[in-house]
């Protein structure tokens, strides 16, 4: 059995299953990703519901696995030479599976490298830009009199959300026929934009008609349907 006594946060999320992946999280759109890409891998998994709400994330025990203090992260009882892996930033943990597994992500160098391109273009573009406008359209932010930042973060958001509607013109998933870690990445924020978010108003989703049909293929998927409610919420 896995020792993960190392691990501070396993005194206030105790592992029952010590040598499974730990995951520590909250349907999000950032931590869907990780939750969908565990479900299309089948890897087995424990995951522990990160109260966000209840500023969880700042406790010293979660910082101790992420001293960022966002969701989701990971401990790895079985990570690179056998030795317990602890990561966070979603990112980050979709290549890592993608590697550990051998899924999800193009064997050949050059295909591989543009697939994390795409990944790289949703953490540093996507989710920061989209999450602006939760914010300021949904949040506390709609109710200032100044308009000026919304309408730069919905004006940013829409000019992203051509970004992907030209990479999806004759494609099936952003690299091509082959669902992979890219399409995981993204397809989380822009269903938030749509749905949480509620953002139509100020982004016009009509004029993405490709992105919107392969954020639809996207969540559609077994995996993905699962992954919007885990973990389960109390």
């Known amino acids: 059995m896995a020792d993960l006594s190392t691990f501070p946060i396993t005194k206030r999320w105790p592992a029952s299953k010590p040598d499974v ?17 565990l479900e299309e891998t089948g890897l087995p998994y424990e995951p522990h519901l990160i109260k966000i709400g209840e500023d969880e994330t700042w406790t010293p025990e979660f910082l101790s696995l992420n001293p960022n203090g966002k969701i989701p992260a990971i401990i790895d009882p079985n990570g690179p030479d056998g030795e317990p892996l ?18 999800l992500m193009p064997k050949d160098s050059a295909a591989r490298y543009e697939t994390m391109q795409w990944v790289f273009f949703q953490m540093a573009a996507v989710g920061p830009m989209f999450g602006q406008v939760g914010f300021f359209y949904k949040f506390a ?20 959300m051509g970004v992907l509607e030209t990479r ?14 890219a399409d995981i990445a993204a397809f989380p924020w822009v269903r938030n934009l749509e749905g949480f978010y509620g953002a139509d108003p100020v982004i016009g989703f ?9 954020m639809q293929r996207a969540a559609a998927r077994p995996a993905s349907v699962r992954a919007l409610n885990i973990p389960g919420r109390d």
């Open 21 to 37: 992946l730990q995951l520590y999280s909250l349907p999000t759109p950032n931590g869907v990703k990780v939750s969908a890409m």
């Open 86 to 103: 602890g990561l966070f930033e979603s990112g980050a943990i979709l290549v890592y599976l993608a590697d550990k597994t051998g899924m």
């Open 141 to 160: 932010g709609r109710e200032w009199e100044d308009k000026r930042p919304l309408e730069r973060y919905a004006g940013e958001s829409r000019r992203l």
């Open 168 to 181: 999806l013109e004759d494609r099936e998933w952003i690299m091509g026929s082959e669902y992979t870690i």
């Open 206 to 214: 009509k004029d993405f008609p490709r992105t919107m049909a392969w």
